[in-house]
């Protein structure tokens, strides 16, 4: 090979590169490149399916008590553990309740109440009929819920008043304070609504024939409002007011009731309660001007644990004109009154209470023996015995 082809041949093999460059080139071009795979769309969720109506709620407690009174009478400040050095049943009950839901939108409830608690709710009721057809009825009415936030009952309900139930179980003492005994009603019948508006304002508005009665005593109307606050779990506070006439065959007298009541839980241990009540309006022939009464109690709770708790109550209750304290004599006076109970819980359904108690008047109205006195001690063992249904499931 000579020097004089060297050239040529470079000048082919550059010339065989580019044509093969350009064809791989114009290959690549025609091949479109790989479409990337879709991601799986995802499965129609299925439409939920309507939320099922409450079930039947059956509840029921049993509750007995010894008790020992220092000044040996049964004539005690309060109702229903009034019975000295015996072995006592306060009430049996048996609750049914079918609550309202968008998915149910009647219900009722039913308290059916035996024992001499129930004899003393029903004392009260004016009517014959009342007392004995309705005794053991401590509650029974009918619900509808409009929307979703309105419910309307219709029959009798305990009233919204105080700070104390008929019920011990749901009490931070065994015995019942003044306030639950001389300052308000047991229980109303008529017509109740309730709107809830969230979950910390509430309020309630209820047309009634009056305190503790059925068959109304006159043909007046008692009138009911309640205002619920809950701005968070440690706080809450209820506001009741109640206005109409109570006098048996007198719409004139028109009797007025405040109530306040107030909770805090500084901890998840230790929770206070305060409870102040005002009456006004009635007329007596020993009494000038419309009769009042005024009382105030505070509670302190600490909860050991979930089995131990310890209670405190002290409340101070003025009866200037006798009316509530003393129908028949009206003797004017105010009474403190300071009580201790400790509870034990067994199993979760036993409630042991070991209570000790003492009031004080400011008129000789308590009786030692039968000697008129103004201070009375006593002491009380309690049981309570709670069923729930849902238990059993």
């Not at 079930?55 to 400040?77: C, Q, S, V």
């Not at 006592?88 to 035996?114: C, P, Q, Y």
């Not at 102040?276 to 050991?304: K, M």
């Not at 109205?365 to 063992?381: C, E, I, R, S």
């Amino acid at each position: 090979m000579t020097h004089a082809h060297a050239p040529l041949s470079r000048r082919l093999l550059y010339l065989s590169l580019a044509l093969m460059t350009a064809g791989a080139a114009a290959t690549a071009a025609e091949t479109p490149p790989p479409t990337p795979t879709p991601a799986p769309s995802p499965e129609p969720s299925p439409e939920a399916s309507p939320a099922a109506p409450p079930p039947l709620e059956i509840t029921a407690f049993a509750d007995a008590y010894y008790g020992w009174h220092f000044n040996k009478t049964d004539a005690l400040l309060r109702n229903f553990d009034v019975n000295h050095n015996a072995f006592s049943i306060n009430l049996v009950e048996v609750a049914l309740e079918k609550k309202t839901s968008t998915a149910s939108r009647v219900g009722f409830r039913a308290d059916l109440d035996f024992g001499p608690t129930a004899d003393t709710v029903a004392s009260y009721e004016p009517s014959g009929t009342g007392k004995d057809v309705f005794k053991h009825l401590q509650q029974g009415y009918v619900s509808a819920l409009a929307g979703s936030k309105l419910q309307i009952d219709f029959g009798k309900f305990v009233t919204p008043h105080g700070a104390e139930v008929i019920e011990s179980k749901d009490n931070w003492n065994y015995s019942r304070s003044l306030l639950f005994t001389y300052a308000i009603p047991f229980y109303h019948f008529g017509l109740r609504a309730k709107y809830v508006f969230n979950d910390k304002y509430n309020f309630t508005a209820y047309l009634a024939n009056g305190w503790n009665n059925i068959v109304d005593n006159n043909t007046g109307k008692t009138a009911g409002f309640q205002f619920g606050w809950n701005p968070n779990k440690k706080v809450s506070l209820v506001q009741n007011y109640m206005v109409g006439p109570e006098e048996a065959n007198n719409n004139k007298n028109i009797r007025q009731l405040w109530d306040t009541e107030f909770t805090y839980a500084p901890t998840s241990k230790l929770s206070l309660m305060f409870n102040y009540d005002y009456g006004r309006g009635d007329r007596i022939p020993t009494w000038a001007n419309p009769v009042w009464w005024s009382g105030v109690a505070g509670y302190v709770r600490y909860q050991f644990n979930q089995d131990y708790a310890l209670s405190t109550r002290y409340e101070y209750y003025d009866d200037p004109s006798g009316f509530t304290t003393g129908i028949t004599a009206f003797t004017p006076q105010h009474i403190h009154e300071v009580t201790e109970t400790f509870e034990r819980k067994i199993h979760g359904n036993f409630i042991t209470r070991l209570e000790y108690r003492r009031d004080m008047a400011s008129q000789n109205t308590l009786f030692k023996g039968t000697t008129p006195v103004n201070y009375q001690d006593t002491v009380a063992a309690g049981l309570i015995y709670t069923f729930d249904l849902k238990e059993l499931k």
